[in-house]
């Protein structure tokens, strides 16, 4: 497997690998992860879907990709994704994958079709005061020292990140600013969350940087995830007959491993299967790709009069992974990440409106009519005043293909769910869907005496604990994942966001969903395609110089000296090329 960029070996179409016929496929898990190494198999490495099957414990596929419409409780989405041009592997696979919306077109057809008609922004990121404006002004507010520290964390080596807090390499210089305040609510980062996670971010996407306080860099999809992501991809997978077994738990995995030389191979599959034990072994011409740990692991839905819970029992994700990870110090150390359930939960709610006085509200601060059927919020906006640290979001309408045209479908989640409430006296997660709504529509601008009313009446909410949702940010070294094909695996893989890529990629994306089991396929087939690297714009100096203008709120370095120390720059400036980026990119005026 290698890497490549640009067009030649992107347009490339892999000849059949040998033996590709005798070969069956295993999948664990039916998340994004496994779903693109399927289509990956069947699209490059040619294989016939019937010899390809996918095991999953729920009673349906996508994984965190979710969206439901549950009769007794309502709609359930428990996250959303935010999405970019340059995911290289997402969209490599979804050109493939016909869209259930248009004819004739590719889901990524459908996608670019529909941001370009209809752009992402926000006119309102934060708010405060109950549903004023948050002052925010789309500004940074870095203090010199901010600028530095974050300056300091991207040039340093990614060795020297490992095992460190956030709050370990920055001071409340950066921590009290805005630029906090947008990425820490955007990408749900904590204060205690891995230092080395922040520093990958800031590489992969210091080209975001100048959409950050505004979302113009982001896209989202016409509905929820699962209609617009999910249904698509499992529709040509089973028209191309891949095997879904559900209801399915893989309990354990069995490997023979040379002691002697660095040779491991997956030998038998322990399931159980609608409570039935069972096994499955493997030979040589058998491929396991196994998708270990699990960001919504033992979510609990709560509804309108009931609080989530908060699941802390057996995780069967997690469990395998453990039992897994003790036949080999290759195979990662997943209580790094899964083993501090208080630093790794919060809550998330979906709101669906049923009184149309509630939507008023929300045009008042997106500024926009959430009936339109358009972009609303354009992602998230932050109550920076909120005690659980509340962000909200409503995407374009309706979210779900069922949803009543009179509904507005919103996403809420809380940073801090032990903190209590500002209008709600207690935490987030001892709290119905009910008081979370009142604590919502609190912070919307609602008055108070008609809170209580509009939240038993007027909308319908589902409260979802996740205990493992930000598992994957807790410090780290590169080693306490498994590489995606360890060293000396034959016939295995790890997948999904716990599997170390080769690439320098940050996880909690759709992208690093889809990267993995692309790495994993085009090794063990051996498929005579690179896969796509990363996007690289953290060498491309263009995209550098945006980022420290947008990071200095546009403001202009000062060339020290009078008129004859300015007429000296501007000679350099205009007569170098280097100078001449610095002035395009608004670094520098000396005139």
Not at 77 to 86: P, Q
Not at 214 to 229: A, G, I, M, P, V
Not at 310 to 339: H, M, S, Y
Request: hydrophobic content about 40%; proline content about 6%.
């Amino acid at each position: 497997m290698r890497y490549t960029s640009g067009n030649y070996e992107a347009f490339a179409r892999p000849r059949k690998p040998e033996g590709v016929d005798t070969k069956r496929a295993w999948f664990v898990g039916s998340g994004l992860a496994a779903l693109a190494g399927a289509a990956f198999l069947i699209r490059d490495g040619q294989m016939d879907g019937s010899r390809i099957t996918i095991f999953e414990q729920q009673d349906l596929p996508g994984g965190a990709l979710d969206g439901l419409d549950v009769p007794e409780k309502g709609f359930v989405i428990r996250g959303g994704r935010e999405m970019e041009s340059n995911f290289e592997c997402l969209w490599d696979l979804f050109r493939s994958i016909p869209s259930l919306e248009e004819e004739n077109a590719s889901v990524l057809d459908e996608f670019f079709w529909l941001n370009r008609d209809d752009p992402n922004s926000t006119l309102r990121r934060t708010t405060k005061q109950q549903g004023e404006d948050g002052g925010t002004d789309f500004k940074f507010a870095l203090s010199q020292k901010a600028q530095q520290e974050i300056s300091n964390v991207f040039t340093a080596l990614p060795e020297e990140m490992e095992d460190k807090r956030i709050d370990e390499v920055f001071t409340r210089e950066f921590l009290d600013s805005n630029f906090w305040l947008y990425w820490r609510t955007m990408f749900a980062f904590e204060e205690w969350h891995s230092a080395l996670e922040m520093k990958l971010y800031l590489h992969r996407f210091i080209h975001q940087i100048q959409g950050l306080p505004d979302f113009t860099t982001l896209k989202f999809t016409r509905f929820n995830q699962y209609e617009s992501l999910v249904l698509p991809l499992v529709t040509w997978l089973t028209d191309h007959g891949v095997n879904f077994r559900y209801s399915t738990v893989i309990t354990d995995v069995d490997f023979a491993i040379a002691h002697d030389e660095p040779r491991k191979q997956a030998t038998r599959i322990h399931l159980r299967e609608r409570g039935e034990a069972g096994q499955i072994d493997l030979t040589d011409d058998d491929l396991l790709f196994m998708t270990i740990g699990s960001l919504t692991e033992n979510s609990s839905d709560g509804d309108h009069h009931t609080p989530a819970q908060l699941n802390t029992g057996p995780a069967p994700a997690w469990d395998l992974w453990r039992r897994i990870a003790a036949k080999d110090p290759a195979f990662g150390q997943p209580d790094v990440f899964g083993g501090n359930i208080p630093k790794t939960k919060w809550e998330s709610a979906t709101v669906t409106t049923l009184d149309t006085r509630i939507p008023e509200y929300i045009r008042k601060i997106s500024k926009r009519d959430p009936f339109s059927g358009k972009v609303v919020t354009g992602g998230i906006v932050t109550v920076m005043d909120s005690n659980w640290l509340m962000s909200w979001t409503v995407n374009r309408q309706p979210h779900f293909k069922k949803q009543p045209k009179d509904q507005i479908v919103v996403w809420v989640y809380g940073l801090f769910p032990e903190a209590v409430g500002n209008y709600v006296q207690k935490p987030m997660q001892d709290c119905t869907g009910e008081e979370i709504t009142q604590e919502w529509l609190y912070h919307l601008g609602v008055p108070e005496d008609q809170i209580a009313e509009l939240a038993a009446d007027g909308a319908k909410t589902v409260p979802v604990m996740m205990p493992y949702v930000t598992a994957f940010f807790m410090p780290r070294k590169h080693s306490d994942r498994p590489a995606v094909v360890p060293e000396g695996a034959t016939n295995f893989a790890f997948i999904g966001q716990f599997a170390q890529s080769a690439e320098r990629d940050c996880i909690f994306t759709t992208e690093y969903s889809v990267r993995t089991p692309m790495e994993a396929v085009y090794t063990l087939l051996d498929i005579e395609r690179g896969v796509p690297e990363v996007f690289n714009s953290t060498y491309d100096v263009r995209a550098l110089f945006h980022a420290v203008n947008r990071m200095r709120d546009g403001a202009e370095f000062e060339i020290p000296g009078g008129p004859l120390a300015r007429r000296f720059a501007r000679h350099h400036i205009e007569n170098n090329v280097v100078g001449q980026l610095l002035e395009q990119y608004g670094l520098v005026d000396p005139s």
